[in-house]
């Protein structure tokens, strides 16, 4: 089945008590037994509920994996794979990454005795320097959040798979439909649902996949048990979202490339990431393990002032200053003060993230509406 049609049907059945096409939100915390031991396979919402059934099952096959979980956001599925560790284990992570991501691990679990290495990963083989007996995990974001850089997956899996580690690829920024981590011997594929996959800044959720069962199993385990799990009417949202992830993706790539092409030539504009242009660094990697590029680019401006940064984000009409991204809507934001603003600045400069960054994250508008917003934006300073 081809992800065009996947997107639609996987997972999904028609309600057998009525026929609905689309699956039904269950509202409901608990379900009437037979008997004792006699149920139709519910028994209490936290546990599984009909309509993340379904969801699970679809996010499932959209990554070619066997299982999935869904979590009450992104947050909560890094959390309960970070649970799979235990005091003394060490994680070797991307250095370029989520806020978020860089916050539960520093900031919650290092007190209960785990130890994240932040390195750069665009040579991976230099990866084995870090690696030791109590390494038992290691984090990839490709692209990753905010700059852009890419990561050769099948390289890194190679180095997990020789030294019995596991390997988690956070996919928020590519998708299922551009990149398909499992496929490349990633373990674990995580995804902020928020973002692409419900696409119109509605829903807050997140997504685990997996292809062993052992696995699955545990982290299944952790999902019941701590119990941070999407609402049926969250689940029933997301369901929507994805069947048109496929057509949005096109047009968000296809926005993307536009506006990285615009900035590539405006004689105001520094740097541009966008992993599409062929000077992007490890451009071939995208080419090898992508099949698209994506709506996702950043900036920064010639001077370097962050006056002028500033001034250009409050400046505009159509893109929105916001935190967040994969929405319909194009949204800029700027990740030194909000989505990496739990980064020490020193490891933010040190890692190439400036505070005159501004993050842009396309969307399915018109292009050359966005062109122009971004040309008035740019021509105050």
């Known amino acids: 089945m ?15 008590s009525t026929g609905a096409i689309m699956t039904p939100i269950f509202q409901t915390s608990t379900y009437v037994q037979e008997g004792i031991g006699k149920h139709k396979g519910y028994e209490y919402s936290r546990t599984k509920n009909p309509t993340r059934t379904p969801l699970e099952k679809n996010i499932a096959a959209l990554e070619n994996g066997q299982f999935g979980l ?16 235990k005091p003394g284990d ?19 679990f290092e007190i209960f005795g785990l130890k994240a290495h932040f390195v750069d990963m665009n040579e991976p083989a230099l990866l084995e320097q870090y690696i030791n007996p109590n390494t038992k995990l290691i984090w990839v974001e490709t692209p990753t959040n905010p ?36 496929d490349l011997g990633a373990d674990i594929v995580m995804h902020s649902m928020t973002k692409y996959l419900g696409g119109h800044s509605d829903v807050v959720m997140g997504a685990l996949v997996v292809n062993q069962e052992e696995l699955y199993q545990k982290l299944a385990f952790i999902q019941n048990a701590c119990g941070a799990v999407p609402s049926p009417h969250d689940c029933f949202l997301m369901l929507r979202g994805i069947k048109t992830l496929h057509v949005r993706m096109d047009r968000h790539s296809q926005n993307g490339e536009a506006v990285a092409k615009f900035l590539n030539e405006n ?37 370097d002032k962050i006056e002028d940064a500033i001034r250009v984000m409050e400046s505009f009409e159509v893109f929105a200053l916001g935190e967040s991204l994969g929405g319909v809507e194009s949204i ?18 040190a890692n190439g993230l400036k505070d005159t960054l501004i993050r842009l994250s396309v969307g399915i508008e018109d292009a050359q509406d966005l062109i122009e917003d971004l040309r008035q934006a740019i021509d105050k300073i």
Not at 70 to 85: I, N, R
Not at 272 to 291: C, E, F, S, T
Request: glycine letters at 8%; proline letters at 6%.
């Open 70 to 85: 869904c979590f009450a956001s992104g947050m909560a599925a890094t959390d309960a794979v970070l649970k799979l560790l």
């Open 90 to 108: 060490e994680m070797v992570v991307c250095n370029d990454l989520y806020g978020g991501t860089y916050r539960i691990m520093t900031k919650v």
């Open 332 to 349: 800029c934001t700027h990740p030194a003060t909000m989505t990496h603003g739990s980064i020490p600045k020193a490891q933010r400069e």
């Open 147 to 182: 700059l852009l850089n890419l990561i050769d997956i099948q390289e890194v899996a190679k180095i997990s798979q020789k030294h019995n580690i596991l390997l988690c690829v956070d996919n928020t920024f590519a998708t299922p439909y551009l990149q398909n981590p499992l």
């Open 2 to 16: 081809k992800f065009a049609t996947k997107a639609i049907h996987a997972g999904v059945e028609p309600d057998p």
């Open 267 to 303: 004689p105001k504009v520094d740097k541009v990431y966008w992993i599409g242009l062929p000077n992007h660094q490890n451009h071939d990697i995208a080419r090898k393990q992508m099949r698209g590029f994506g709506g996702m680019v950043s900036f920064t401006l010639k001077g």
